[in-house]
């Protein structure tokens, strides 16, 4: 399994930061690739449909909400993205001058070599947290 971590510390309250990202259908809010979101539950399921720019949807299962932690699991259920059994957390904690976000996952490479993948992975935690960064400062 192939691991991806990133983390970005913004200058402000890790509530300020949860009350914009911790909502499982507001990546559109605050991350450039997404277009949209639609959520739809099925079978006691939460699942989103991302729109990304320029084409191409993305699948995701929640899989797990802690908003006292300020922290949600997810795992993509299908999508054009080089990756297989991903399971990905995002989370936000208080640090000394504000806060931190910090985004893993854990996946397979598929369809492409593994360093392609964890690139490809990677490159989606920076631009989010870019935008972040301009939205919030830091």
Not at 24 to 38: G, I, M, Q, R
């Amino acid at each position: 399994m192939a691991k991806v971590s990133s983390t970005a510390e913004l200058p402000v309250s890790a509530k300020t930061v949860w009350a914009v990202i911790g909502n499982f259908n507001a990546l559109p809010d605050w991350h450039p690739a997404v277009e949209k979101s639609k959520l739809k539950k099925e079978n006691g399921n939460t699942l989103r449909q991302l729109s990304l720019m320029g084409g191409g949807t993305i699948e995701e299962k929640l899989e797990q909400i802690d908003d006292k932690e300020r922290r949600y699991t997810y795992t993509i259920v299908s999508g054009p993205l080089p990756v297989s059994n991903y399971t990905a957390t995002l989370k936000v904690r208080d640090s000394g001058k504000g806060c931190a976000v910090e985004w893993s996952s854990e996946f397979e490479a598929k369809g492409a070599p593994e360093g392609d993948a964890v690139a490809a992975i990677s490159g989606i935690y920076e631009a989010g947290f870019e935008n972040l960064k301009k939205m919030f400062g830091g």
